[in-house]
């Protein structure tokens, strides 16, 4: 009896094992991706939030395959840019409501391309590839407000970019706003319940329902609060007073988000009513990809509980977003909530997407490795 029992976990671990792809067919996938986006896309545009989202996931993508066009495509960019957000200098005028004029210089969006800028320093340190974000930041800590942060998305825009700049500059203050601002952030979009962030606060539970009259999260939304707590662990000291706590609420929305996978290895856009907007969705499923295969990758989740989501979204991921000849579908457009009706096809694809996707994909190699 016990030499049955042997056999059968040996296939049993082998079956797993096997499950995993090789590193060198997602490296694939991901070249596939990023060189078709490359090859459509310039990359001298603005640094809003969505170009340069892709290029927090084309230096991870970069980071692993050390595909120097890749690298030299996102220097392109930040050059273009001139290191540098929103452009306004006049410090009376700045402001962070939402926007898109020079003016927004303290709005999120205009952020996260610090955070790129900070890694092109790190690898050939420049003083004036951080000057913007330093003034803009450290001004920023300077005034009284708390309210930065009101929407999930601006948690991955800004909280990788303050715990980068503490890294080259060790300056605690970059530490402490942090968290003040996350407390805020958490304060009026944090479910504790389920563990899920709404999108803002105009879309908490009772005030909003989904489509059947329940809480609605938006995948992106809480996509981008996953990979913020990733790509901020990542970086922040082990000594900082707040670690538990983070680790604790990431570890929290992990779960949320594990046991809220479609059977079909995606998450619909309202993760909790799938009938809301139903069907695929690529964006949030990838940024859950990246955020759970780098909680495995670094010991905070249990590989053998959190391994079949990952998998199972990457079959989604390779086989189903991706396309023969390297577009990838089933993004939702720029927005900020799921939208009953709106339609997503193979060819529906976005620069913050295909971000996403090199984001997952890299981590997911190393997983495999």
């Not at 570890?251 to 695929?280: F, M, N």
């Not at 990457?314 to 000849?325: G, I, K, P, R």
């Amino acid at each position: 009896m016990r030499k049955y029992l042997f056999f059968a976990v040996i296939v049993l671990f082998l079956s797993s094992c096997s499950s995993l792809p090789k590193r060198s067919e997602v490296i694939s996938l991901m070249e596939k991706a990023n060189n078709y986006w490359q090859s459509h896309n310039n990359p001298e545009n603005r640094a809003f939030w969505d170009n340069a989202a892709y290029h927090t996931g084309n230096l991870a993508a970069w980071e692993v395959t050390k595909n120097d066009e890749w690298l030299a495509y996102t220097k392109r960019w930040a050059e273009h840019n001139h290191y540098r957000g929103a452009n306004s200098d006049d410090t009376s005028k700045w402001i962070y409501s939402y926007g898109e004029r020079d003016e927004n210089v303290l709005f999120g969006d205009w952020q996260i391309c610090f955070q790129v800028y900070a890694d092109l320093y790190q690898l050939e340190p420049d003083s004036q590839k951080i000057a913007r974000a330093r003034e803009v930041m450290e001004y920023e800590m300077s005034t009284p407000e708390v309210d930065y942060w009101w929407w999930a998305d601006g948690l991955y825009m800004v909280m990788p970019v303050m715990t980068r700049l503490y890294k080259i500059t060790s300056n605690p203050l970059y530490l402490e706003k942090m968290y003040t601002y996350f407390k805020y952030a958490q304060s009026i979009m944090y479910d504790e319940e389920t563990g899920f962030f709404y999108r803002d606060a105009k879309y908490v539970y009772p005030k909003h329902t989904s489509l059947n009259g329940g809480k609605d999260f938006w995948a992106r939304g809480d996509g981008w609060v996953l990979a913020a707590f990733a790509r901020v662990l990542q970086d922040l000291p082990k000594t900082d007073n707040h670690r538990d706590e983070y680790i604790q609420i990431y570890k929290k929305l992990a779960k949320a988000v594990k046991d809220s996978q479609q059977p079909e290895g995606y998450w619909t856009r309202s993760i909790l009513d799938a009938e809301h907007a139903p069907g695929p969705e690529t964006s949030g499923t990838a940024f859950f990809t990246f955020g759970l295969s780098w909680g495995i990758n670094n010991g905070y989740l249990d590989k053998k509980e959190y391994l079949p989501t990952v998998l199972s979204a990457w079959n989604y991921l390779s086989t189903v977003a991706m396309q023969e000849d390297g577009c990838l579908g089933y993004v939702q457009p720029i927005g900020e909530k799921a939208i009953p009706g709106q339609t997503l096809n193979e060819r529906s694809t976005a620069n913050f997407g295909v971000g996403a996707f090199l984001l997952a994909s890299s981590e997911l190699s190393k997983l495999c490795n």
